[in-house]
């Protein structure tokens, strides 16, 4: 059983349009929300991340939304930029870590 | 980065045969995990540690073991590598929240 669900799977944008990865999940005991950017050939890399009593975090061109009761989170690139070419993975962390299936996004100059 | 590897970066090995991958931290963080990540499944927890010694399974254990017996040092073992443990495997570190990640070991079974 998928613990985060995460979409799309791929993603396109052109260069300075905004990026949105949206991820969902059940378990409300889960405390601490962040997100990953991984290159190829590397390991993934922490981007940001939110606790749940906060609704939104931002920083520099990357912001997390947080929707409690709707147990909703995402995360917006705002002027999308060939070099965030990546492959992102949303968390959800308990007990354990859980990760979601991961998004590819592909920023078209 | 993270003072984080893993040993060997590249392994090709055959069926049946046991593979022990490594990972060596220079942080001195008390949990350190071992994951693998395959197309479509995203990044899957085999066995984690919370401190010398002490180990549980994560998901995807079956098949896997793991050794800690230097807060540094954190070893994944294939006891009989098969086909279906072709991956790329991830070793992470972390002190609570958030987990840094080594640079991977692609693994390929024959």
């Known amino acids: 059983q998928q613990q985060v669900k995460q979409s799309p799977q791929s993603l396109i944008v052109q260069k300075g349009g905004i990026s949105i990865i949206n991820c969902a999940y059940e378990?409300?005991?889960?405390?601490?929300f962040p997100w990953y950017q991984q290159f190829p050939g590397k390991g993934p890399a922490l981007l940001i991340a939110?606790?749940?009593?906060?609704s939104e975090k931002k920083e520099g061109r990357f912001t997390i939304s947080f929707n409690k009761s709707a147990k909703q989170f995402s995360l917006h690139i705002m002027d999308s930029q060939p070099g965030d070419s990546a492959t992102y993975f949303c968390?959800?962390?308990?007990?354990?870590?859980?990760f979601g299936t991961g998004t590819s996004l592909t920023v078209i100059p | 980065d993270a003072g984080i590897t893993q040993s060997p970066r590249h392994k090709v090995t055959e069926t049946g045969t046991p593979v022990t991958l490594r990972c060596h931290q220079t942080?001195?963080?008390?949990?350190m995990y071992w994951y693998r990540q395959d197309p479509g499944h995203g990044l899957r927890l085999i066995h984690y540690?919370?401190?010398?010694?002490?180990?549980d399974k994560g998901e995807v254990s079956d098949g896997y073991s793991v050794s800690r017996s230097k807060t540094e040092d954190f070893l994944l073992t294939l006891e009989s590598a098969t086909s279906s443990q072709t991956s790329v495997y991830f070793c992470?570190?972390?002190?609570?929240?958030?987990?840094?990640f080594g640079p991977g070991t692609r693994l390929t079974v024959t």
């Open positions: 992470a570190i972390s002190d609570h929240y958030e987990q840094y």
């Open positions: 378990n409300t005991a889960f405390d601490y």
């Open positions: 939110i606790r749940p009593d906060v």
């Open positions: 968390a959800a962390i308990g007990n354990q870590f859980y």
């Open positions: 942080e001195n963080h008390r949990y």
């Open positions: 540690s919370y401190g010398v010694k002490d180990t």
